[in-house]
């Protein structure tokens, strides 16, 4: 009974626990979906946000409620595939801020196997969603090294590990990104920089219900519900609940946590079959 009394009062389980006070996160890709979810998240427990997105309004939008409710947010558009522009916003974001966290979450999705998936389809997947990501985390890496470090967290999916049909090009840039987690790890641990990357597997945001809506008008709710049941667990996971994990992960609770590919599936990985 005393040991329990002892850990209840213990001060690393109070509320301060998951705090992000007076840190700056950068979300690519915040103005809908996952990131949004995300920077919406971390504002709620008192970071300040930076969110990129190459829709103005979107990111605007994403901003909006966190001003409204005191907090701190700014929205930039940008786009990811070039070097330039990336190191030319983080220039003038981190000129006398610390850069603390990056989410690098921006990307496009396909949907074809390896011979439908044209060269032009293939070449715009690595612009943006690995070419991308290199440029975030090469930039953000230039801005924590020498600030004592920081965070990457990188957005993958289980198509990077276990593959997906009928997903060719996408499960090769999520591997890619998870690959990438991995090595900027081994090369950066010594500078204080963590980097972990999350794999979900379906995630129920706006693209989902647009690629439905488009593609099979006709079958829309009986799709939508065999995508739900690929997942043993029978659903497909909210953008919040990945965002409660990013939150974790990129909080000092995780300070131990690095290089680290954490699958959120719904059991798809060790259960299906």
Do not use: W
């Amino acid at each position: 009974m005393e040991e329990r009394r002892l850990a209840l009062n213990d001060p690393d389980t109070s509320s301060k626990s998951f705090r992000l006070d007076g840190k700056i996160a950068v979300v690519t890709g915040g103005g809908s979906g996952i990131g949004r979810a995300i920077a919406l998240r971390f504002a709620a427990h008192g970071a300040t946000l930076r969110v990129l997105d190459m829709d103005d309004k979107d990111a605007n939008a994403t901003c909006q409620p966190i001003t409204a409710a005191g907090g701190r947010a700014s929205a930039h558009r940008c786009d990811v595939t070039s070097q330039a522009e990336v190191k030319s916003i983080f220039g003038e974001l981190f000129r006398s801020e610390h850069l603390h966290i990056l989410v690098n979450n921006a990307g496009v999705s396909h949907v074809g196997s390896l011979e439908n998936t044209t060269e032009a389809d293939f070449d715009r997947i690595l612009r943006v969603n690995v070419k991308g990501y290199y440029n975030h985390v090469l930039t953000s890496v230039g801005c924590m090294r020498g600030s004592g470090g920081g965070v990457i967290l990188n957005m993958a999916s289980i198509a990077g590990s276990a593959g997906l049909s009928d997903r060719f090009a996408y499960s090769m840039r999520k591997g890619a990104v998870i690959a990438m987690t991995y090595s900027v790890t081994k090369d950066y641990l010594a500078h204080n920089i963590r980097c972990n990357c999350i794999s979900p597997a379906r995630v129920h945001t706006p693209f989902v219900d647009g690629y439905l809506r488009k593609q099979l008008p006709a079958r829309e709710q009986e799709m939508f519900e065999k995508l739900s049941k690929s997942q043993p667990i029978g659903q497909m996971a909210h953008p919040q609940e990945v965002a409660s994990l990013a939150l974790f992960l990129c909080s000092d609770e995780a300070s131990f946590i690095t290089g680290v590919d954490y699958p959120l599936d719904g059991g798809f990985c060790n259960l299906r079959g």
